[in-house]
């Protein structure tokens, strides 16, 4: 009964849903406190999952934040529930992490990125993620990586820039400088974009014009990982899934269930991608970005 419970708490069942379902298993209800008592197991299997030593170099870290509504002093207050994906230089998926935070600011990030560094986050050569405050100075101070400004975020907020008869045009236009081969090419095509957008919108070139480094950082990596690194898609329906089950909850009593709920969503993530029998990055295409080639390719051409 008690993996029954458990496994419907998880699944974003709310307590009185659960009562119902043991009263329906021909058993006799269940408290609150009961079913409180039950899911403090959960806790030890996710503080174990959160806190383990992270082995290996992992070049590519999606980071992304989701709110939820928790009771705090008496009142409701909004909270920043970040989560942290990475790959690995075998090609696989893992979720490393989480952390809960009042607000987005770039101490919140170096706090988070640290966490993740100290329990042996190593080799990041890019981190995708919104244009989260304070996290382009995080990124640099705590890995000195390339940070990669999401590019489905970017568009939504460029084209907010174009109106409504605009938006087709500007998108196909846009997407031009995204079609290139490389780096070079793209930069080149996005400047001749801002400028041509400049006469009649010149608040979407202003914005062109600052965002150009970190919407095409991704561009200068391998052609065959662009279209999973440009943007925190990878995590949207790890992300769906974390607001079906919060939206459940409604309001959270405190952190800890917070931790308690994503952090078991985040665990049977992983357990998924785990299983998975085919690499979410081929070996070929990711070896290039291991910190150790350089070292082992003389050695191998001698």
């Known amino acids: 009964l008690t993996a029954v419970i458990q496994e419907a708490y998880v699944h974003g069942i709310s307590t009185r849903s659960v009562d119902d379902l043991v009263k329906a298993l021909g058993m006799r209800g269940i408290s609150k406190s009961q ?18 030593p992270i082995e290996g170099d992992w070049p590519y870290l999606w980071i992304d934040a989701t709110y939820v509504k928790v009771r705090q002093n008496g009142r409701i207050v909004s909270v920043a529930v970040t989560i942290a994906v990475a790959v690995n230089t075998d090609g696989r998926r893992e979720v490393l992490g989480m952390d809960i935070g009042a607000s987005e600011a770039e101490t919140f990030w170096i706090e988070f990125l640290r966490k993740l560094k100290r329990r042996g986050l190593a080799g990041v050569k890019l981190v995708i993620s919104d244009a989260h405050e304070g996290i382009k100075a995080a990124v640099s101070k705590v890995f000195r990586a390339t940070w990669q400004r999401c590019r489905v975020h970017f568009m939504r ?28 090419a793209a930069k080149a095509q996005w400047r ?26 991704f561009m200068t990596f ?9 943007s925190t898609n990878p995590l949207e329906r790890l992300n769906g899934e974390i607001k079906r089950r919060t939206e459940v909850v409604g309001i959270f009593p405190n952190e800890a269930a917070i931790t308690r709920l994503i952090g078991a969503i985040l665990l049977e993530q992983n357990d998924e991608w785990a299983v998975q029998r085919a690499r979410y990055m081929t070996l070929e295409t990711i070896a290039p970005l291991r910190d150790d080639l350089a070292l082992t390719l003389p050695a191998t051409a001698a």
């Open 35 to 52: 079913v409180s008592r039950l899911c403090e197991e959960i806790d030890e299997r996710v503080k174990t999952f959160l806190e383990r």
């Open 157 to 184: 907020n460029a084209l907010a820039h174009a109106g409504r008869s605009g938006r087709r045009v500007v998108s196909a236009f846009i997407a031009t400088a995204f079609a290139q081969d490389d780096a070079g």
């Open 192 to 217: 001749q974009v801002a400028d041509q957008v400049r006469p009649k919108l010149p608040k979407l070139a202003t914005l062109l014009d600052e965002a150009e480094e970190d919407v095409l950082a």
């Open 222 to 230: 391998p052609k065959e990982h662009r279209a999973k690194i440009h």
